[in-house]
């Protein structure tokens, strides 16, 4: 059974947010890397890169696919987890707190639209 | 259409195999990881399902001629037990399919073609042996086939399957008798690995894999890591590296093409093309970091788009990212510098020799 983590916010394609002040922490679920299988590549912007909620802004990688990466929120990439390019598996062994890209936060509204914990554990039922 | 299910598939989905559709048939992709499985045949031994491939046989008076007439390879005087690899050709040149010619005698011959093509290769097959004396017989429904493969292979199967192989050199088989059934057991493989193949009915494939698995020798490998595994030593994947409209000279599979023999289809197409020169071809290419090259990508250099990557991966065995790819010519010379386009952005690599991992057979 896949791990939900309490009072993070959850997009339909599998993407969290933890939010922090004025910035998000945006990566990818527990049931999302169970899904995936291996991670062996992380396809992530640059800092300074904007994101726009509902949009593309990299990709995941198992040997055999890529899997486009959604940016639940909008904002401008302030980080990213640079530990992620030599060790992407990472992801599979803990993948809430092995975040992708950490965004300012441009409209924290659009918080609204995601979904809370049980709304996301229903899902991926 | 639904993909029709080989006589292995109940014991895929015991072993809880992740299962998808190939070549019409539903086919394990990796039972448990595809970078586990493709380690276990580097280093050990693993056992693939591929009672999907297609035989057809065919016997008679004018088999080697036909056989010759279609197929690039020269099997002409070839010894009994004798297996080529080669290729069926359209007129034009273009590839039909990639297949195994096992010469069973002096009018036998069994051919082994990829599952996706069984359909066009045996009306392609049996529309032209009408002008010789030959019967051709498509025995794909009866066959299933088992591939065990790595260095371990030669002693797995004659320990547990109880084979004797040891004897058999690369690209020859023998038939044997198995209860009173009589079964097909080559060295060949599609991992660049040693390793043997193994056709025989569905009762004893059955019984051989349950052998193989319960004896923890083998380990269950699924189409993931075969493919993984023969992209890395520059093996061609029908529908990748080789199409209908790519002749095998394009896709750098020229020693294979006998063209001193006297006729063969496609022949003419490909003096023609050799006369003219090849406008684009098949090679390998490395990059510089981790992003993964995949099938479709472009390739671009010189701020135009110069050909599509055919396969590529992030190397199991080596960690690098490669990938094969059609492109213009022009840029097909070992070292030039190109770029792939991954997920917008572009990667910058090289042209290098399309294998990337060196085979290990036992010659």
Known sequence: ?125 | MSDKRTCLYERHIKLGAKMVSFGGFEMPIQYTDITDEHVAVRTACGVFDVSHMGEVLVTGRESERFVQHIFTNDVAGAPVGKIFYGMMLHPNGGTIDDLLVYKEGNERFFLVINAANIDKDYAWISEQAKAFDCVTENQSEYYGQLAVQGPKAETVVEKVLGLPCAELVFYTFKKMMVGDETIIISRTGYTGEDGFEIYASHALIQQMWDKLIESGEAKPCGLGCRDTLRFEVGLPLYGDELTDELSPLEAGLGMFVKMDKEEFVGKDALTQLKAEGLTRKIVGIELEGRAIPRHGYEVVADDKVIGNVTTGYNSISTGKSVCMALLDINYAKLDTPVQVRIHKKLQPGKVIKKRFYEKSYKK
């Open chain 1, 1 to 125: 059974m896949a791990k939900v983590i309490e009072g993070l916010y959850y997009a339909e394609s599998h993407e969290y947010v933890r939010v922090e002040g004025e910035y998000g922490y945006i990566g990818i679920t527990d049931y999302a890397q169970d899904q995936l299988g291996n991670v062996v590549y992380v396809d992530m912007p640059e800092v300074d890169d904007e994101v726009t909620a509902g949009e593309e802004f990299g990709a995941v990688e198992s040997v055999k696919a890529a899997s486009d990466l959604f940016s639940p929120v909008s904002g401008t990439v302030v980080e990213v987890n640079e530990a992620l390019e030599d060790e992407p598996e990472l992801i599979n062994k803990d993948a809430f707190a092995n975040w992708i890209i950490k965004v300012e936060l441009s409209d924290k509204s659009e918080l609204d639209k995601l979904m809370d914990a049980a709304a996301y554990e229903a899902i991926c039922k």
